[in-house]
């Protein structure tokens, strides 16, 4: 079981940075990928970006490619989402997942745990 809280939401201007951050329980964190979605208002949840479990291996959108970067602590239980060059189009509520295997990463079927999200909102 993982039990997942994000932190780190906030209203920016365009053109700015937040970092989240997303806070595991469990002493198996360190097994698992994990993943950042989005889901905008009037839109459908989306993929943001993944990292495998041993922090080799990441995926991003190609929406978000060159400006956000994943990175996790396994020491912490925590992974980031630090989110540079911020547009409106990026204000969504965004969430972190976590899932047993790392396959199919882009899609949030393949994720088995999911936080409560937290609310970026960019101000243009």
């Known amino acids: 079981q993982v039990h997942l809280v994000e932190s780190g939401g906030d209203l920016v201007q365009t053109g700015g940075s937040l970092r989240l951050s997303c806070a595991a329980s469990?002493?198996?964190?360190?097994?698992?990928?994990m993943g950042w979605f989005r889901q905008g208002p009037g839109k459908e949840r989306e993929f943001v970006a993944a990292i495998s479990w041993s922090t080799t291996t990441t995926y991003y959108a190609d929406s978000v490619q060159g400006r956000f970067t994943i990175s996790r602590d396994n020491t912490m239980n925590t992974v980031y989402l630090q989110m540079n060059s911020l547009k409106p189009e990026d204000t969504a509520v965004y969430y972190c997942?976590?899932?047993?295997?790392?396959?199919?990463?882009?899609?949030?079927?393949?994720?088995?745990?999911w936080g409560q999200g937290t609310q970026v909102t960019v101000s243009s």
């Open positions: 469990g002493r198996t964190f360190s097994r698992y990928a």
């Open positions: 997942a976590a899932a047993a295997y790392s396959t199919g990463l882009r899609r949030d079927l393949s994720y088995d745990y």
